[in-house]
């Protein structure tokens, strides 16, 4: 089973950016899509954006349409979170995972039963 390693996480002030970077141990196209998740404290698991590996379609929630970008690089075995314009909000632990069959729904979003291999995690702290 592919194994997902984040980074990129850390402080920043609101309005800033981070990048995160989910990168995997093996060819990510062996999997459907890649995608980011984000839970904080007392909150239910959310998922943000994924791409599908083969095709790099990305799909959002609506919560980050705008302000955060998926992307991938296959040749490092590689997907990013490009975030922009972060809040207080946003502050949370990201996570990355990967799915080996459909992995958005237009009437649910991008559900995180859909995803059986999940990375460790990496805080990301939004101050005012």
């Known amino acids: 089973q592919v194994q997902l390693v984040e980074s990129g996480g850390g402080s920043v002030e609101a309005g800033g950016s981070l990048r995160l970077s989910c990168t995997a141990s093996?060819?990510?196209?062996?999997?459907?899509?890649i995608g980011w998740f984000r839970q904080a404290p007392g909150k239910e698991r959310e998922g943000l954006a994924t791409i599908v590996t083969r095709s790099n379609k990305p799909y959002y929630a609506d919560s980050v349409k705008g302000r955060f970008t998926i992307s991938q690089d296959k040749f490092k075995a590689t997907v990013y979170l490009q975030m922009n314009g972060l809040n207080v909000e946003d502050t949370a632990v990201y996570y990355c995972?990967?799915?080996?069959?459909?992995?958005?729904?237009?009437?649910?979003?991008?559900?995180?039963?859909?995803?059986?291999?999940w990375g460790q995690g990496t805080q990301v702290t939004v101050s005012r």
């Open positions: 995972a990967s799915a080996r069959g459909i992995c958005y729904y237009a009437d649910i979003g991008i559900p995180s039963s859909a995803y059986d291999n």
């Open positions: 093996e060819d990510i196209t062996t999997t459907s899509c």
